[in-house]
C-alpha cells in the first residue's frame, strides 16, 4: 500500500467512525423510550381522569394556559436549533410552534385553546401534558429522525417503555387512551389551528 493510498483509508475509516458515532449519539437520544421521556416534558406520571377535571374546572385562560388568537411574533429564529424540524416557541407559553425548513426558513402554527406544542410527539397536546419550561430540553428528541427515511421510527415506544403513558387521564396523545372528561364546554371558545408564514405574519403587523 503505497502513501497516498494508506492515507487515503485512514481518511475513510475515520469519517465512517465519525458517522457511526453521530448516528449513534441520534438513536441514543430516545432510548429510555417515548413514555417515559413523556412523564419527564409533564414533570409528573399520567393524571388521572379525576385529576383532569378538577384542572380543567379550574383553568383560566391566559393564566392557566396561554390563549393567543393570533401568532404573534417573539425572538424565536431558526438558526438557534440544530436541525430542521418543529419546535415549541417558548415565549408563547408553547402554544405558537415554528417549522424550521432544511434551509432553515421559518414557519408559524398556532395550537388551538387549551392545547400547547408537544416537542416530543411532534402535535399539539393538552396543557397539562406539557410543563413548557422543560420543551427546549426535547428539542433534539424527535427532530432528528424526520428525515431519515421512511423506514426510521419517529419515536421508541418501546411498548410502554417504563412511563406511564398508557395510563387513563393524562396519557399522551401517543397512546389514545384520554380519558373522557367534557373540554368542549371548557374551550368552547377554542379557535383552530392558526398558521403564517413570517412573510405573512410580517405583512399582518404592517
Known amino acids: 500500500m503505497n502513501s497516498a493510498s494508506y492515507h487515503y483509508w485512514i481518511l475513510s475509516v475515520i469519517c465512517f467512525s465519525i458517522l457511526k458515532t453521530v448516528k449513534g449519539q441520534q438513536d441514543q437520544q430516545q432510548s429510555s423510550g417515548a413514555f417515559a421521556q413523556l412523564d419527564q416534558l409533564r414533570g409528573r406520571t399520567a393524571l388521572s381522569a379525576a385529576e ?7 383553568a383560566k385562560p391566559n ?8 401568532i404573534p411574533k417573539t425572538s424565536f429564529t ?3 436549533v440544530k436541525q430542521a424540524g418543529f419546535y415549541a416557541d417558548p415565549d408563547t407559553g408553547c402554544q405558537a410552534y415554528r417549522r424550521c425548513e432544511p434551509g432553515m426558513a421559518m414557519a408559524s402554527y398556532l395550537c388551538p385553546a387549551g392545547t400547547i ?17 422543560k420543551s427546549a430540553q426535547f428539542f433534539d428528541y424527535s427532530n432528528p429522525r424526520i428525515y431519515r427515511g421512511p423506514n426510521v421510527r419517529l419515536l421508541d415506544d418501546n411498548g410502554n417503555g417504563g ?3 398508557s395510563s387513563a387521564g393524562g396519557s399522551s396523545v401517543l397512546s389514545g387512551s384520554y380519558a ?3 373540554l368542549e364546554s371548557a374551550y368552547s371558545n377554542s379557535n383552530s389551528d392558526s398558521y403564517a408564514s413570517d412573510q405573512e405574519q410580517d405583512s399582518s403587523q404592517l
Open 63 to 70: 393564566v392557566t394556559y396561554p390563549a393567543y388568537k393570533t
Open 180 to 182: 373522557t372528561v367534557n
Open 78 to 80: 431558526c438558526n438557534n
Open 117 to 133: 406544542w408537544n416537542n416530543i410527539a411532534l402535535t399539539c397536546d393538552y396543557w397539562w401534558n406539557v410543563q413548557c419550561s
Open 52 to 58: 383532569i377535571r378538577t384542572l380543567v374546572a379550574n
Open 163 to 165: 412511563g406511564s403513558g
